[in-house]
């Protein structure tokens, strides 16, 4: 038997053919390393070896995204090989790459921080600020909206106990794609309001600071006048008062039949809607206005703020103490509002000063900052901006006022309205109003100058009341305990693996292969430690055979 063999393998023909093959096996293996690499980070062919399906775009995510007409890009900050290595960022990068291979709106983009610290700096929240390599930016014409890695997963007690990405990514996306043409930012005019809009008649060219601002944020602007339409437009996501000199009507004294301003103006902050109202020092009350706004808290002061040591000196040295630099809402309970819509400037070891000229003081209207309206419905309200510690205030005279109480002045200040819709279980929506006690503070003057805080100030409390939020169905993983995903994707390990597309068990027993299916298991250990005992002494058999045979 042994010489048959022998013989058949002196055969020219045939030790070619073995030779030829021994070239090319080793040729294939030689090519499997790239191969692998661009099916992963190309082809987005990816193999999902967990038991809980972390790197499967699931048939709820992609439908709920299927009816998307707009183009979105999902921006990464780092490479992909870091993102892969990394352990919160590997499945949001696999969840949103497959997403894209079935999705045409959907695009990803890879703008490296770690590399090139400015290729993202469209997307800081500050000009002092930046952008983390593990952040993920959600984008489309103009608006963005920036997440941090870690929101993809659900924490208890500093351990990761599951994968809500998927809920994460619809809401975000649906969020920016929300109103169809775009969201509109609208100045109310008819009652002596300031406004800028291009191309309309009667703007103001000292607010086009502020309009080229709101325009960064992917907002469209223009103008609307209260009185002349049945209700505010449902593009509108912010509604700007800036100086309104003449009042609103609380009731329709000429039509019964339609409604007041102030109805219209209940009814669109009832759509999880944002309004911003400006007003200079010592202006004449509204009544009518001025009592809706007390409705959510809020209440100005026909006075004006001074600071004889907390304010910017002016280079002719007139107006001692009324440039006045704002400090910012910290971070304690009862101003949590007014903080998270300044925390990046707050934070800052130095931060920036934001001016606050010829400025009003704002109060509560209320005894307590929280109030129950009713069932899972709450407003609250807190200062954003304050005057410094030796402010004081005086009336159109001159003559100082008293204060009643040793707190600092509001110059700035926010309420928020928080609810759930009906038949909603699992889903907040809120509506915001920011009033300030000064026009110029949104003037090209402040808004324009480097050195100050105000653009800064202004973009990140623009962020928050002018963003739409629409939630992803809770078969995404939302935190509606009826939803058969509660919570997204529950690891039934709790200890991230540092090896890709794994988990590790973390009930003291160890596994080659951690965190996969036993069926995966087998598959692997065949293809990784059987298949090569069998190759590889084949191939070095023929070889050598081969070289003695010359």
Not at 82 to 92: C, Q
Not at 265 to 270: F, G, I, N, P
Not at 331 to 345: F, I, N
Not at 506 to 535: E, N, Q
Request: some cysteine; aromatic content about 12%.
């Amino acid at each position: 038997m042994m010489e048959r063999f022998k013989a058949i393998w002196h055969k020219k023909g045939l030790r070619r053919v073995l030779f030829g093959l021994s070239v090319l096996l080793l040729v294939c293996l030689l090519a499997v390393q790239p191969l692998f690499s661009y099916l992963l980070q190309e082809a987005s062919v990816w193999p999902d070896l967990t038991e809980e399906g972390l790197y499967t775009a699931s048939e709820a995510l992609l439908s709920s995204l299927r009816g998307l007409q707009q183009d979105v890009t999902v921006i990464f900050c780092a490479a992909p090989d870091y993102l892969l290595g990394n352990r919160e960022t590997r499945s949001p990068y696999i969840t949103c790459k497959k997403l894209a291979r079935e999705n045409p709106h959907i695009k990803i983009e890879i703008r490296d921080v770690l590399r090139d610290p400015s290729s993202a700096d469209a997307f800081k929240g500050t000009s002092g600020g930046s952008v983390a390599w593990n952040d993920i930016i959600f984008t489309t014409e103009g608006e963005f909206r920036r997440v941090s890695a870690l929101s993809f997963w659900v924490e208890e007690e500093d351990t990761l106990v599951g994968y809500n990405g998927e809920y994460r990514i619809a809401t975000e996306i649906l969020s920016l794609t929300a109103i169809d043409g775009g969201a509109y930012a609208y100045f109310a005019v008819g009652h002596g309001e300031r406004f800028y809009a291009e191309g309309v008649e009667g703007s103001d060219p000292s607010l086009s600071a502020f309009y080229e601002l709101m325009r960064e944020l992917g907002l469209k602007v223009g103008t609307v006048n209260l009185d002349q339409v049945d209700e505010i437009p449902q593009n509108c996501v912010l509604l700007i008062f800036c100086g309104t000199r003449t009042d609103y009507a609380d009731f329709n004294d000429k039509d019964f039949a339609h409604r007041s301003a102030m109805e219209k103006l209940d009814d669109y902050l009832a759509r999880d809607r944002s309004v911003m109202v400006f007003r200079d020092a010592l202006q004449t009350p509204l009544p009518a206005f001025d009592s809706y706004l007390a409705e959510w808290g809020l209440g100005f002061n026909t006075d004006k703020v001074l600071a004889p040591t907390s304010s910017l000196a002016t280079k002719d040295g007139t107006g001692a103490g009324n440039h006045l630099i704002a400090t910012y809402a910290p971070a304690e309970e009862d101003s949590a509002l007014g903080y998270g819509m300044v925390a990046g400037l707050s934070d800052m070891n130095i931060p920036p000063k934001t001016v606050l000229p010829n400025c009003a003081s704002l109060h509560m209207t209320r005894v307590n900052p929280e109030v129950t309206l009713g069932q899972n419905n709450v407003r609250a309200v807190s200062g954003v901006f304050f005057a410094g510690e030796d402010a004081y205030a005086v009336d159109k005279d001159g003559h100082r006022l008293t204060k009643e109480d040793a707190s600092l002045y509001w110059l700035a200040a926010a309420a928020t309205e928080w609810y759930l819709p009906s038949g909603n279980t699992d889903t907040y929506y809120y509506s915001y109003v920011f009033a300030a006690g000064t026009t110029a503070l949104i003037e090209n003057t402040y808004l324009s100058d480097s050195a100050l805080g105000n653009r800064d100030a202004m973009r990140s409390v623009l962020r928050t009341v002018s963003r739409v939020d629409v939630f992803a169905s809770s078969d995404t993983g939302g935190f509606d305990l009826n939803s058969d995903n509660y919570g997204g994707k529950f690891l039934l390990q709790t200890e991230l693996s540092e090896e890709p597309y794994t988990f590790h068990y973390t009930f003291g027993r160890t596994h080659d292969y951690p965190g996969l299916t036993v069926a995966a298991r087998v598959v692997w250990t065949v293809l990784i430690a059987i298949v090569p005992l069998v190759v590889v002494p084949l191939v070095g058999f023929a070889v050598c055979r081969r070289r003695k045979s010359r």
